[in-house]
């Protein structure tokens, strides 16, 4: 069954689609008028079919809810230090699709890329790559992601700080005992983070630990990481 995101309306018994989503109902999957979709709102999800379509946004008559199913109980925020472009979208696109509730991106001393002069537009853009991700992955809800933070921005984060660090040996996941479900994974930029934003974070209590004894790109990293945390801590090791 196809899946949208969508507004419901005011008296809350119809649901509007965008006008992307909308052109992908019509003109994409070219639906017909009595196939059920699912489309997810802030109100929770809902089966719907197709009711009218005004040249811009397509209106679904809701039929029944959905109980949510697709969202894990383990809330990871991915703190990810800002990438070059394409490497960018890459993280938060498999990282939207294998869980991560959030996406912070960070600026970090070695951030390859400056996205200073052009914030509200790449926020945007992976605004709608997360969209995309979580469509195609069936979420119950799409990751925000934020503006992006300062390593000083988690010294107060209610939960655990997990970094990934090439430097770090011998500590895994694993290892660790770790009690709660809200978690903040730290992920480096192209060029690694710095010995001092490290001991920051050692400071702030995060654990530093290492991906195994191969090097990986940041953005698999993320992906990676995210996985292996969220099935981790659902019990699925």
């Not at 400071?203 to 630990?209: E, M, T």
């Amino acid at each position: 069954m196809y899946r949208f995101f969508g507004k419901l309306t005011e008296s809350d018994k119809k649901i509007i689609l965008d006008k992307q989503n909308s052109h992908h109902f019509m003109r994409v999957l070219r639906i017909s008028e009595n196939e059920e979709v699912e489309a997810v709102t802030e109100s929770g999800i809902f089966k719907a079919i197709f009711e009218s379509f005004d040249s811009e946004n397509v209106v679904l008559q809701i039929l029944n809810k959905v109980e949510s199913e697709h969202e894990s109980e383990v809330h990871l925020t991915l703190v990810q230090a800002i990438l070059k472009s394409d490497k960018m979208e890459a993280a938060i696109k498999g990282a939207v699709e294998v869980g991560v509730a959030s996406i912070n991106p960070l600026i970090a001393k070695r951030n390859v890329s400056d996205i200073d002069k052009k914030t509200d537009k790449k926020i945007d853009r992976w605004q709608k790559i997360s969209e995309v991700a979580a469509k195609q992955s069936k979420r119950d809800y799409i990751p925000q992601v934020s503006y992006p933070i300062k390593i000083e921005n988690l010294e107060n984060f209610d939960g655990e700080l997990i970094v990934c660090y090439e430097n770090e040996e011998d500590l895994r996941f694993l290892d660790l005992d770790i009690k709660s479900k809200n978690i903040a994974l730290v992920i480096g930029p192209e060029g690694g983070f710095e010995d001092s934003e490290i001991d920051k974070l050692k400071s702030y209590g995060a654990h530093i630990i290492s991906l195994g004894k191969r090097i990986l790109r940041a953005e698999t990293a993320a992906i990676t990481a995210s996985y292996h945390i969220i099935n981790c801590l659902e019990g699925e090791k």
